[in-house]
Each structure stands twice: as structure tokens, then as C-alpha cells.
């Protein structure tokens, strides 16, 4: 629904049919100025005390009179608003759409957000992004949820940067575009010869708003890409050699920057890697070029944060920003974060250092972690089994199905929300005695929780590990949009109701068990039915389908009858 309030339907121009001219009209001037003050009146009613009148407010939030101070770095771009208790309110399903007028004009709106007041907390909390109009005078926001107390809010501080990874010639997703500062096309990689293969995006141009600095890749994923990268590093010559082909194709792609991203090196490596930086930085920054690297995470051991073969407080001297790569073990993730951050910025300058989010799912078990879509994710949580043998499947009989891997009776958690993790997460045991693995589901929820560290840890900006328009991920931009706007994250758990599997049948009826599993009666007519199992991940619905034949019930057998002298 939409909510806001008229405007006059005139400018602040001179002379119009209400006006004249002379002595002799006085008294029609002086009725027609009246009728213009009454119309001002009326219209100012409707425009501004519809949407933000006090006693006579019809809409969901009117005007308040309540003194909170605005949170540091921040001011009132509007009103402080509250929710009118004979309002209707967000209904399920729906999103409430709100028109606010701001306090003055203003013609930037990247920096304007709403946000609601927790009166428990004590304090103001990004809900959603103020979209600015063509008059830069009122903002628009959708709001899934209806707070007791609004406001749009105008940040004072520097976003920092927003960075944006995306595989080699896909299109960064639209509701990015408008936020990203810098664009990373994964085009290139090294060469034996140290030269450097690969072409820039075609998908991808520079803009006034952003960037393309492309990345130069190398890791473990790639057969012989690590190989390559230590015989580069080898000796002085090696490294000089490749600086000066880096050097000549950043010119030919007629780029300002470049990103080196050589993970998975050995930490043998470490003096050669630092001098190779330190040496292409200062070759970059002659010809007011600008270098930036993506590294991985440090790794907590017992004793130490190990760096292994990146030396972050050398390389962050000479390179213009550090990217810390995702750091993918979501069960020690919130554990392990604040303290490699607190190690790295004692030795980089935190404005540097800029941390990399991820709309990837993660599946650990044993000693491997992989990455995974969501949709992958959540096409394994949402396999049926059927347990029941396809003869044993008659008209008119109980039939039990479960979600294969969410079946809390075979010792299985189900999806559901944890907050020693802050994720949404499953384990499921692997077939043929693979073993337990557990998948954490990046969201808008997680992502929240992560995003949490830019501002404790005063960061330099944020990451996208992958920012393309592909739909088979998770849409983290609901998280982000509004934390880059505000700069502060959303910090909301799923609503454990949304996670509960829901089951339902083609034909029959079904009973839910609440245990990820299911009692099928099946219908009193042969034939074939589908039997569905949806799940969430409190963001969005994913489904799964099998088709069961239901067969008739088998004639029973004729009885013997005994015959004389038996």
C-alpha cells in the first residue's frame, strides 16, 4: 500500500485567476486571497496532517512528540514518527510502503535511510533504504515490519567502499549498481612467461559512480595456478618481469587499477610476495594507478594468528586496500573474526582493510569445506523419502514420508536458527557412511551479523564475494543496501515459525509430524500423486516434488471351502 500526501497543485509563481490588479477590486482580492488562504489550509490538512498530522492522523505513522536524540554521526532528515494505533498495520504477506517528507531538501539520498527506535535497546536501528525523489524534498521506503517509532535519519560519516566481485563477464546485479564504489571483473591470470592471460569483461564499463579495477587470479581451485605464481616470485628478475607485464595490460585495458588476488601460496613464500607487492605498487602508483589485493584470512591456532605466506602490516603499507577473502568456517567464524581483526588492525590502518561478505553457502565435515549456492543448499534439505514399498502404497492407507535430510527421528537437526553461529544451518548424514556435514546458509539474516564487525572494527568498507545478477544465490542485498546507506547492520533472527517444513499432497490429506517428516493417508481412487515438501530459509520459499503411484488394494484371495468326508 502506499502512504503519503498530497502537494499543492501550484508554484510559488506570481500572478494566477485569484489575483487582480487595482484600487476599485479590493474587496474580490481581498475574498479571493481568502479563498486561497482556505484553500492552502484544507490542502496543507490533506497533504501534510493526513501523513503527519497528530489528532486527525489516518495513515500508519503520524507525527510524535517525543525527544530521542539522534545516534552519533547522525542526523534527523525528518520527523520523528509514530505508529498510529488505528492504522492497519503491516499485514503477513505484505510490505507497507511509506512517503516521508524530509526536513529540507536535499540531493543526495545515498546517505538517507529509516529507521525504527528500540525502546528496549535504547537505541535507532536501520530498517530500510529511503529511496529520494526527482524533487529531492520526500523518501519513499518499504518496510516489512510497522515499529512503534520511525524516522529518516541522514548519516554524516563516510560509507567507505563497496566492492563488488563478479565472475569473468557477468552483469553486476541491479541493486548494486547504485551502491558499489568499486567493480572487481575476475578477467585475468598469470603466465608461465610472466605475462598475463584473460580479457576484460564486456559486461562491465566504468561509470561516474564506480571503479573497475579487474583481478588477477590464482589459487588451489586451478591445477598448476600456484606453481606458476611461486616460479614468478622466484628471483628478482622473475618478479620484475612480471610487474612490467601486469604493468603493460592495465594500460591496455586502460583501467586506473588493478586487484592481485594469489591465494593458497605456501608460507615460503612470504618475503618473495611482499617484495613482488611492494615492487608493483610503486610501479602502479608512478602512473597514478592504484593497487589493491584480496588475501585470506589469517588462521587462528592455539597460540598465534598465523599470516602464513601474507604479510599483512608490509603489503598494507604499500598497496591502497586490503581485502580480507571470506573467511569460510562458519562454526568458529564468530569466534575467530574479532580476533584476527583485532591482529590486523594494529598492523594495517583499519580505513584500509575491508571485509568480504559472501552470498555462498558453506557445507563442512571432516577436513573439507565447500561452497555452495543456496539453491544447492536447499535442494538437499528438501529431499523426500517415501518409506513405504511402491506395493505397499494402496488406496485408503498410511503412507510415512519425511524430508530425507531434516528428520529430526533419525537424528538429523532440521533447519533451524543458531545463534552461537548466527546462521541458518542443517546437518544431514552423507550416504554409504560419508559421515555428517553441516550447511550454513548465508542471508539477509547471517549477513547482518557479519556486517556487524565494519563498525566495531572501524573498516574501510565491505566486499561482495559475488555481486552478478545470479539468481541461484542468496540475496544478501536487503542486508547490505541499507547498511551501506546507515552504516549500521540489521541484527534479526528468523522467525522460527517461517523455518517449520510444510507439507503438502496432490491427493489425500497429509498430517505433519513436526519432526521433518509427515503421515500421508492416501485418497480412495488409484492413481499418480505428488507429494510436496516446502522449506525456508526465513528469506525465501524453495519446494521439492516426488510422484507416488497409488495402487488398488489387492482382491483378496478366495477362502477354501471344506468339502464332505474332510
Request: glycine residues 10%.
Amino acid at each position: 500500500m502506499m502512504r503519503g500526501g498530497g502537494r499543492l497543485p501550484w508554484g510559488a509563481g506570481g500572478s494566477g485567476p485569484g489575483f487582480r490588479s487595482g484600487r476599485d477590486r479590493q474587496p474580490a482580492r481581498i475574498a479571493a486571497l481568502g479563498a486561497i488562504l482556505l484553500g492552502i489550509a484544507v490542502l496543507g490538512w490533506l497533504a501534510y496532517g493526513r501523513v503527519c498530522g497528530a489528532s486527525e492522523c489516518v495513515t500508519e505513522y503520524c507525527p510524535s512528540d517525543r525527544s530521542i536524540d539522534a545516534p552519533e554521526g547522525y542526523e534527523f532528515a525528518s520527523r520523528i514518527l509514530e505508529l498510529n494505533p488505528k492504522g492497519a498495520g503491516a499485514q503477513p504477506g505484505f510490505n507497507v510502503q511509506l512517503q516521508v517528507a524530509l526536513l529540507k531538501p536535499a540531493s543526495d539520498g545515498r546517505m538517507l535511510s529509516f529507521f525504527k527506535y528500540d525502546d528496549t535497546a535504547k537505541r535507532w536501528e536501520p530498517v530500510a533504504p529511503a529511496v529520494l525523489d526527482q524533487q529531492g524534498t520526500v523518501v519513499t521506503g518499504t518496510l516489512t515490519e510497522t515499529p512503534a517509532v520511525i524516522a529518516v535519519l541522514r548519516r554524516n560519516t563516510p560509507a567507505g567502499e563497496v566492492v563488488a566481485y563478479l565472475p569473468h563477464n557477468a552483469s553486476l546485479n541491479p541493486q548494486a549498481v547504485p551502491h558499489v564504489t568499486i567493480v572487481h571483473p575476475i578477467d585475468f591470470a598469470p603466465l608461465a612467461d610472466g605475462g598475463v592471460g584473460g580479457e576484460l569483461s564486456r559486461t562491465v564499463t566504468r561509470t561516474s559512480t564506480y571503479e573497475v579495477f579487474p583481478v588477477i587470479a590464482a589459487n588451489a581451485s586451478v591445477q598448476g595456478q600456484v606453481a606458476v605464481v611461486e616460479s614468478l616470485l622466484v628471483d628478482a628478475r622473475s618478479r620484475t618481469n612480471h610487474v612490467q607485464q601486469i604493468l603493460a595490460r592495465v594500460n591496455e585495458a586502460g583501467v586506473n587499477g588493478i586487484d592481485i588476488a594469489y591465494l593458497d601460496l605456501p608460507a615460503t613464500n612470504r618475503t618473495s610476495f611482499t617484495l613482488f607487492i611492494g615492487e608493483l605498487a610503486e610501479a602502479l602508483h608512478a602512473q597514478g594507478k592504484k593497487l589493491t589485493v584480496t588475501l585470506p584470512s589469517p588462521i587462528k591456532t592455539q597460540n598465534r594468528i598465523d599470516e602464513g605466506a601474507y604479510d599483512y602490516q608490509a603489503i598494507g603499507e604499500r598497496v591502497d586496500l586490503v581485502k580480507i577473502a571470506p573467511y569460510r568456517d562458519q562454526a568458529t567464524y564468530r569466534l575467530v573474526m574479532p580476533e584476527v581483526l583485532t591482529f590486523l588492525t594494529e598492523r594495517v590502518p583499519s580505513s584500509k582493510l575491508i571485509l568480504t561478505i559472501s552470498p555462498y553457502a558453506t557445507e563442512t565435515g571432516g577436513e573439507t569445506i565447500n561452497r555452495l549456492t543456496l539453491v544447492d543448499a536447499m535442494n538437499i534439505a528438501s529431499r523426500i523419502s517415501v518409506r513405504a514399498q511402491a506395493d505397499a502404497i494402496t488406496v485408503s492407507t498410511q503412507v510415512d514420508v519425511a524430508g530425507t535430510n531434516i528428520d529430526r527421528d533419525e537424528g538429523l537437526t532440521g533447519i533451524r536458527w543458531y545463534p552461537e553461529t548466527a546462521t541458518v544451518a542443517f546437518s544431514y548424514k552423507q550416504p554409504q557412511g560419508g559421515g555428517s556435514r553441516t550447511i550454513y546458509i548465508e542471508n539477509f539474516f547471517s549477513v547482518g551479523f557479519k556486517l556487524e564487525l565494519i563498525p566495531t572494527f572501524k573498516l574501510g568498507g565491505v566486499a561482495i564475494e559475488d555481486a552478478s545478477e545470479n539468481v541461484l544465490l542468496g540475496d544478501i542485498w536487503p542486508a547490505v543496501i541499507p547498511f551501506v546507506t546507515s552504516g549500521l547492520p540489521t541484527l534479526q533472527q528468523p522467525n522460527a515459525e517461517d523455518l517449520r517444513p510444510r507439507w503438502s499432497v496432490s491427493g489425500g490429506t497429509i498430517e505433519d509430524t513436526g519432526r521433518g517428516s509427515a503421515r500421508w493417508f492416501t485418497p480412495g481412487e488409484p492413481g499418480t500423486y505428488s507429494v510436496t515438501l516446502t522449506l525456508s530459509d526465513g528469506v525465501a520459499l524453495f519446494e521439492n516434488a516426488v510422484d507416488v503411484v497409488v495402487r488398488p488394494r489387492p482382491a483378496a484371495e478366495p477362502t477354501a471351502t471344506p468339502t464332505a468326508g474332510n
